[in-house]
């Protein structure tokens, strides 16, 4: 007794000891640690594809996940909520459509939900932080401010307890709303830089809405934030048994009779023992067909019959007749039609399983049960068991079962978490087994162990939402070297005529970091921080195995150089060009406009190594941009659309347009989008949205057409009228006089032989033109003085920061302008043409872009293609294929010239390759791709590491690839 | 000793490879390989495969 | 006795047999076949190939890699495995027996249409010298192998089977070497699993002896590719050194595939001309029941000199590989019910000790060269 007593004593003790670390924060919507291991592939976590009753497709995934544990003095410890089990659908489940789910591992039908939403009022957040706003653990997190007019906008996410975020939303209070978007369908073509800056302070995306109330770059208030919530589900765990409808008549199931009577509007339908004279539940249903809105609250009892205390939940659907006694549909479509003909039937669930929101499961008490709606349709979209309370794994106890599954079986642990080696502070092997024994490698990778035991099991889609923070540094830093994934070579290689606007292969080798490919924090004249950085990217080339020859099609090479944010003129901001730090001094922008054209669907989306669809993308301008319509959904079957701007990069401006029309929540439907919408400088203003097209009315989006740009620092000058300086070798720059009050400086420029002189005021520097800085170029070119004679392109321009100091006025100066021109050879090397990037909020430049106008070709007597020429006259990088013999490169690698030296790459085709596509540098564009393809990169670093390949069906994992839904 | 493994009982051990026999059962190999092999480069090359 | 095949011979194509009389031994290869591998076309979930899958998940991985892989297992030793339990439980029915003879059509299809395996361009990347010294060593090895297997005074069907897979490091070559030299399928199948043991033992061994030697990582996976081979067994070694040498060794694997035809070609001629020199020697077995150079082999070697012109592009290999992966898998049934256990092993332990004690050998001449080349600071790869 007393030893019990003393080792309670002690446990105490080092329960106390533990808490010497912060309290633990629930760890709800946390990303687990950034370095942990994650492992695609476990048999017993399914990954597959199913179809629901009307063909739609179901892409159904589970994970395993431990977040926020901590490893110390021998034990593990995992707070509760950090141990969690997701079952995820890529779209979502709701009841009526036999939409398939998996739960534990048993392929299962949602059959039953009750969706509400949740309403939480006032809440203030801080930028970086993410505050938890209800008692579930959702988490509103403040990711990025930026600024228009140096007014705030906000870049937000409602983040779910499992840590799944569908996007984030940009709100504002500072700026016109999208409901003040003028009519501008009169606009056609190019127009001038408009003034107007549109940010909604209600961001709607169908069954969520969140209102800002007031916030700036550092903090914000939310009035409310409105998000779907799913009370309970219930799931059928066996196939329905379908049975013909006979009217006036009844079916045998089982030991009961199941009567239908005709009725006007549906079947009296009654359920009765086997002798028919005991009614066991009587009730008038209606046939199903597939409208939305029957699983509201107020329709969805119409439709089906639950009987008491039996396990049978009867509803009555149309099965085509070809289909009879089966729930198999062989083919998909995106939209529910139904049947035209066929039997009315009875579909009967049983194996009927209900689980409740925030409750224990019904095997398990050990686990708590989640239920995620989609932020857009209020449906199911996750199904999470995380561990109520905190556990301990150490020496004596080295293995934590998961929830206790249904199984056709026997009901066992789902799966169980083993950490069999802990070393002090360190564990050294730990690994997840599953309901078939089968076990993941060990997750501690490398001798060294780790500081903790997380861990992401499985496939499902929250990973890339959870790894946000992370997933740069673990795909730019790999702690196994540049990882490179053998192509799958074909008969018939993806040819691009034009790659503009496209992606690169997913499986591109990323370089990372390179010397040679610049990346540095760099402070502009307000003293804000913004990381700037250069990259390369190949993209949609080829082997050409008829001819011995590697293309790199027309666009397919481009250089990039971005900064954090868009490059604004008037502050001194530096961008990258060819490994140079180079000076703005000005743009010239455009609005380019469309009215009236239709956009298609883009039925066909890329996968895999295909290239996508592209006829149907809408171009913008000439090598501008692109609209594509990625998604299309029915809310209470009123289409959906999703609209993407696309840039000549290949990636998406960071705000799709979703749009619906005739939705109002006064009118009492349950979402609600914008008709139109606007954003920054980009609006768009449907005709009509349908689900396979979208009439546009009006659409209008920022061009730049050139920027001015400088390798020389620019020099400020202050000068009291008269005074004067000397700017480049032949000009001076003379102030005549200023008007403080009026915000105006008169200049004169002149040759300094006196053969030229001009003069100019420059401003009016006031408030009301302030309120236009830093992105108008009207009030940009008022305050900026520019002399082009041939070879002296100068540049004189008003500090708008401290424009008058002490009687005196403040200017900097701009000497050896350089232009880059939209669509025109790049001066420095003629081989490349110049593609800058616009920023689509403000037509700042957002991104240069250097790329080939040509096809590139690679062979064995010309194994090397040299980059851009810098300042220097070198190439900045070089692809130099090492050996190629026709049909696979088996060794290339790209040199880059830094500081009088050359640097070579990892061979970017350790294993066999059949393109040259890849990504060099790191930057925004760059990320873009790599989050688009994180899964599959991540898989593929995981494949790399233990040197096999993937290979899905395989063991078990053959065995459920061939069973059907 | 008659082998169970490889023998009929009409004598004939079916891991016997010799004389004409293994001449023939060679030239079935060596047509079936090569036949399976042009084949399949032609696929290749018109684009069947 | 019986009429012979001269006697009911009409044309080349009477080694076909009836349909009748055929059937029965092809069926038993076929689902033999089918519940071994997941072949293509196979949609049979139930292959012993997945329950190894499964029990590889079950024990979790070895250095990463998965335990039966290790063992080697493979599409050729999984229907030979089912084979060799069928004989031997059951035994095989008469009926069989003239579709089982099948495999001597089976084996010369399958080792032409593995020519497209062997491009010599994959393995361009690693760089001459390492090129040159891998060969060397693998001459090297079959030579001192065949030396050391006279010396035990082994049957010389036997010891060549064992330099042939033992020098290009793949067990395949057993296989392949058995129609060329005429071997007994226990001798084949006793070199196997010598070779296999000692690629076992040497794999867990060699990261131990690698870093007390204090070597790096592309050297390690140079040794473990050309010291050990048989592809599970040198990841086995390489991840158990390293990471990065288990990533090298992937990279210089190609190397190992790209010589193989040249190793045991060599060994073949070796033995072909040594029973042209001592004919009338009644020791000298391996190849002597050739009257001539085999035409199998003639094609073989055309084939293998116009697939390196890349006549053969990729997903036309691919799919002659899964052909030949049917065709072994086919020929390894029948392999496999025609052994009695006690024909594996009368054939007795000196496998064993040929294949150790010349893969150590190996290993020291490896490591020799290896550490000479660390010394002079000469890239090998």
Known sequence: ?965 | MRRSHTTDDEGFNYMDNSGQEEHDRDMVGIILAVAFMVLTVIFQRTGLL | MNITYEERRRSFLSCLYSMQESLPGLLAMFFIALFSNNLAGNPNPLTLENLFRWLDAVIGPVNHQQFFQILNSNFVWNPFLMGLIIGNVFGVPDSWKRGLSYIHKLMPLGIIMLAPHFIFSHAEKVGMPLILIAFAVMLFTAVITMLLGKLLRMDDRFYSTVAGALSTGDPHVVAILMPMLKSKGGQVINALGSILLFGLVASFLLPILGHALDMDDKAFAILSVFGIGNTGQMFNSAFGFSYEAGHWAHYVEALRHALMPAGFLFVFFVMFIRARIYRDDENVMATKAHKKLPLFIIVFIIAYIVVQFHVVKEPAHLAIFELVKWDFSLAAAALGLSLPLREIAQWGVRGIVLAFTSGIIRLAVLIGVLLAAAHFNFPLI
């Open chain 1, 1 to 965: 007794m007393n030893k019990l007593l003393v080792s309670g004593a002690a446990a105490v003790m080092l329960c106390l000891l533990f808490s010497g670390a912060p309290a633990a924060e629930s760890p709800h919507g946390l990303a687990p640690a950034g370095d942990m291991p994650f492992i695609p592939d476990l048999g017993g976590l399914r990954h597959k594809t199913f179809k629901n009753q009307y063909g739609q497709q179901r892409d159904l995934s589970e994970a395993v996940l431990v977040r926020q544990s901590s490893v110390k003095d021998g034990k593990a410890t995992v707070p509760a909520g950090g141990l969690c089990y997701i079952s995820e659908t890529e779209q979502d489940a709701a009841p009526f459509k036999r939409d398939p789910f998996l739960v534990l591992g048993e392929h299962a039908y949602l059959v039953d939900a009750v969706q509400t939403t949740r309403t939480v009022k006032d809440v203030s957040v801080k930028k970086g932080e993410k505050v938890i706003v209800d008692d579930a653990g959702y988490r509103l997190w403040f990711d990025y401010a930026t600024d228009h007019y140096d007014l705030p906008y906000i870049q937000m996410a409602l983040i779910a307890p499992s840590g799944h975020w569908p996007m984030e939303f940009s709100v504002s209070s500072k700026f016109p709303a999208i409901k003040d978007l003028p009519d501008r369908s009169h606009m056609e073509g190019d127009v001038e830089q408009l003034d107007e800056f549109f940010l909604d302070p209600v961001f709607e995306y169908g069954a969520s809405r969140f209102e800002v109330k007031d916030h700036d770059f550092t903090q914000a208030e939310f009035s409310s934030l409105t998000y779907p919530v799913i009370e309970e589900a219930t799931f059928s765990l066996s196939r329905p048994v379908v049975l013909d409808l006979r009217q006036e008549e009844y079916r045998l199931y089982g030991t009961k009779r199941i009567y239908a009577f005709r009725q006007s509007n549906g079947f009296l339908v009654r359920v009765t023992d086997f002798s028919g004279n005991n009614v066991l539940a009587e009730k008038m249903i209606r046939p199903l067909s597939s409208q939305g809105y029957k699983d509201s609250d107020g329709e969805k009892d119409n439709y089906s019959l639950t009987v008491p205390g039996e396990d049978m939940r009867i509803e009555i659907a149309v099965q085509p007749e070809y289909l009879r006694h089966s729930d198999f549909v062989p083919w998909s479509t995106e939209e529910p039609h139904d049947w035209q003909d066929g039997l009315l039937s009875f579909v009967i669930y049983r194996d009927l399983v209900t689980v409740k929101n925030g409750e224990a499961w019904p095997l398990d008490p050990r686990y708590k049960v989640g239920l995620e709606a989609s932020l857009l349709t209020g449906k199911l979209q996750r199904l999470t068991l995380e561990n109520a309370e905190e556990f301990t794994l150490d020496a004596a106890n080295d293995s934590f079962d998961g929830p206790v599954k249904y199984s056709d079986v026997w009901n066992r642990p789902a799966f169980r978490l083993v950490a069999d080696e802990i070393d002090g502070d360190r564990v050294k092997s730990y690994y997840l087994r599953d309901a078939f024994f089968q076990r993941t490698d060990n997750l501690s990778f490398t001798d060294k162990g780790r500081k903790d035991i997380d861990c992401f099991i499985g496939r499902a889609p929250t990973f890339i939402s959870i790894l946000e923070d992370s997933f740069l540094n673990r795909l730019a830093m790999p702690e196994f070297g540049t990882e490179v994934q053998g192509s799958t070579f074909t008969s018939f290689p993806n040819v691009m005529p034009n790659m503009a606007f496209h992606s690169p292969d997913p499986t591109a080798p990323f370089g990372g970091l390179m010397r040679g490919f610049g990346r540095e924090q760099v402070t502009n004249r307000r003293g804000e921080r913004l990381t700037s950085s250069e990259g390369l990217v190949i993209r949609g080339s080829y082997v050409d195995w008829k001819n011995n020859r590697i293309v790199i099609p027309p666009s397919g090479l481009y250089y990039t150089s971005r900064n954090a944010r868009n490059v604004r003129a008037l502050n001194g901001e530096t961008f990258y060009m060819l490994g140079r730090r180079a000076y703005i001094a000005t743009f010239e922008s455009t609005t380019f406009t469309r009215r009236n054209f239709d956009i298609d669907f883009w039925r066909v989306q890329p996968e895999g190594n295909l290239h996508p669809i592209y006829w149907q993308d809408q171009p913008l301008g000439v090598n501008n941009k692109v609209l594509r319509f990625t998604e299309s959904h029915l809310l209470d079957d009123r289409p959906m659309a999703q609209i993407n701007v696309v840039k000549y990069s290949g990636n998406n401006f960071g705000a799709p347009f979703e749009l619906a029309q005739g939705l109002s929540r006064e009118q009492g439907d349950r979402y609600y989008l914008h008709d139109r919408f606007a954003e920054g400088a980009t609006w768009i203003e449907p005709e009509f949205v349908g689900e396979t097209y979208v009439r546009v009315k009006s659409f209008g989006t920022p061009a730049i057409q050139s920027v001015q740009y400088t390798y020389e620092k620019p020099v400020r000058a202050l000068l009291a009228p008269g005074e004067e300086t000397a700017i480049g070798k032949n000009h001076t720059l003379k102030l005549i006089s200023f008007d403080e009050a009026a915000g105006t400086s008169t200049i004169e420029l002149r040759r300094n032989d006196g053969s030229l002189v001009e003069t100019r005021t420059l401003g009016p520097l006031t408030a009301e033109t302030r309120a236009f800085l830093p992105q108008h170029q009207r009030v940009v070119n008022s305050l900026q003085f520019q002399f082009d004679e041939g070879k002296d392109k100068i540049l004189a321009e008003m500090d708008v920061k401290t424009p008058f100091e002490k009687g005196k006025a403040a200017f900097y100066t701009y000497i050896d302008l350089k232009k880059l021109e939209s669509d025109t050879p790049y001066e420095g090397d003629p081989r490349f043409m110049v593609r800058p990037d616009v920023c689509g909020h403000c037509y700042q430049l957002n991104e240069v872009l250097l790329d080939n106008p040509e096809p590139i070709i690679l062979d064995k007597e010309h194994p090397r293609f040299d980059g851009p020429l810098m300042a220097d006259g070198k190439p900045q990088f070089s692809i130099v294929i090492d050996s190629f013999d026709g049909e696979m490169i088996h060794a290339w690698h790209i040199e880059t010239n830094y500081r009088k030296r050359v640097f070579k790459s990892a061979n970017l085709a350790f294993q066999p390759r059949n393109n040259v596509d890849v990504l060099m540098g790191v930057n925004g564009t760059i990320e873009g791709f790599l989050r688009a393809s994180l899964m599959e990169r991540s898989a593929l670093q995981e494949y790399w590491r233990t040197g096999t390949h993937p290979h899905p069906e395989r063991g078990l994992d053959a065995w459920t690839a061939h069973k059907f839904q």
